[in-house]
Each structure stands twice: as structure tokens, then as C-alpha cells.
T-cell receptor
């Protein structure tokens, strides 16, 4: 049972445009959400996170939006750059779960120059 | 400072054998988590260790085990290997493990079972 779902396996975007990566979750106990980026032959790198008490968190070109009622979050990258081409993992955890993090299967983003 | 180091990077084993993977966390980090990554399943949580104690465990069979040493280095062991155990095994470290999931990952160990 996939508790964190990334339904788009891949996404292609032109350089300079907005990339929107989506993620849905089913477990109501999740209260902390993260995005990781992964390049080939490297481990995932933490990108941005959001607590369930917020609905938006911004860090430079990256913004994460959380819609708790819909159990949906999204990552916006504006403007997209070729170096953003990677696999993006959505992840979630519950308070007290220490580092027990549930990941989605990832979305491969390709930014076309 | 040095990142998370996993050894070996690549490993080929035969069905039925056992394997031990090693992870050295970032200096000062005391929490180490292990994940299995496969193409169709994404990253799946195996277990988390803090101060030599397993605090959390995922839904994997008992063939998967781990331990942590006093210097925070961690090992995971898989016994009686099956073809389905072929995957990228990732280790992640964090200071105390209550950061909600923010962690630093190593490059992983690619295990192939033949």
C-alpha cells in the first residue's frame, strides 16, 4: 500500500518555465513532508520541507504547497534550469517516528534547454 | 566535512549467501537510517539506529538486520539472499534523528543477487 504517491513518473519542461511536481498521501498521521532530489549515481539530497501547520514554504526557486484537506502537496520550481533535471522524491513522516520516512516512487524531471 | 560513506559501492552475490553493508555517518551524527531502493517501489525504510539501539523498523523480513557501533558507524546484514533483494541500499545520517526526516544520504551500495 503506497502511502505516498507520485503518479507522474516523468515530466518534461522547457528551461525558464515552471515545473510542478505533485504528490498525494493517504496517512493522516503524517505531519512533516519533504522533497528530495536525486541525480544518477548519487544519494538523494534534501531539498525543502514543510510542516503540517503551514501551507506554503519557499526557498529560492523552490516552493512547496501543502493542502491538508486534499492530502496533496506540490513542489514548484521557478524558473526551471537544466541542472534541475533529476528524480524528485516526495516523502512524509509522522511525529515521533524519528527517521521513519515514507517515500514516493519518484518523478523524473527533465528540463529542456 | 566528509559526507556519509557507504562501502562497498557495488556487490554481486549468489542466492542463499549473506551480505554485510557498511555505513559511516557524518561526524557527530548519531542517527543512521537504512533504505532499500528498487525501480517500482521507490525508497523503502528498513530501520533506524541511534546510540547503538534500533528505534524504528520497517516492514522487511527478519533476514534483514542491522547494528550500530559506539562510533555511530552502522552495518546492515541480509542473510539467505533472494533475487528480489537486488537493489540500491542507501544509508542516511542525521544529528539525533528527530528532524522529521531531513537527513544526509550516502551514494548507496548497489547489490546484485544472481
Amino acid at each position: 500500500d503506497q502511502q505516498v504517491k507520485q503518479n507522474s513518473p516523468s515530466l518534461s519542461v522547457q528551461e525558464g518555465r515552471i515545473s510542478i511536481l505533485n504528490c498525494d498521501y493517504t496517512n493522516s498521521m503524517f505531519d512533516y513532508f519533504l522533497w528530495y532530489k536525486k541525480y544518477p549515481a548519487e544519494g538523494p539530497t534534501f531539498l525543502i520541507s514543510i510542516s503540517s501547520i503551514k501551507d506554503k514554504n519557499e526557498d529560492g526557486r523552490f516552493t512547496v504547497f501543502l493542502n491538508k484537506s486534499a492530502k496533496h502537496l506540490s513542489l514548484h520550481i521557478v524558473p526551471s534550469q537544466p541542472g534541475d533535471s533529476a528524480v524528485y522524491f516526495c516523502a512524509a513522516s509522522a511525529s515521533g517516528g524519528y527517521q521513519k520516512v515514507t517515500f514516493g516512487i519518484g518523478t523524473k524531471l527533465q528540463v529542456i534547454p | 566535512k566528509a559526507g556519509v560513506t557507504q562501502t562497498p559501492r557495488y556487490l554481486i552475490k549468489t542466492r542463499g549467501q549473506q551480505v554485510t553493508l557498511s555505513c559511516s555517518p557524518i561526524s557527530g551524527h548519531r542517527s543512521v537510517s537504512w533504505y532499500q531502493q528498487t525501480p517500482g517501489q521507490g525508497l523503502q525504510f528498513l530501520f533506524e539506529y541511534f546510540s547503538e539501539t534500533q528505534r524504528n523498523k520497517g516492514n522487511f523480513p527478519g533476514r534483514f538486520s542491522g547494528r550500530q557501533f559506539s562510533n555511530s558507524r552502522s552495518e546492515m546484514n541480509v542473510s539467505t539472499l533472494e533475487l528480489g533483494d537486488s537493489a540500491l541500499y542507501l544509508c542516511a545520517s542525521s544529528l539525533v534523528g528527530n528532524e522529521g526526516g531531513e537527513a544526509f544520504f550516502g551514494q548507496g551500495t548497489r547489490l546484485t543477487v544472481v
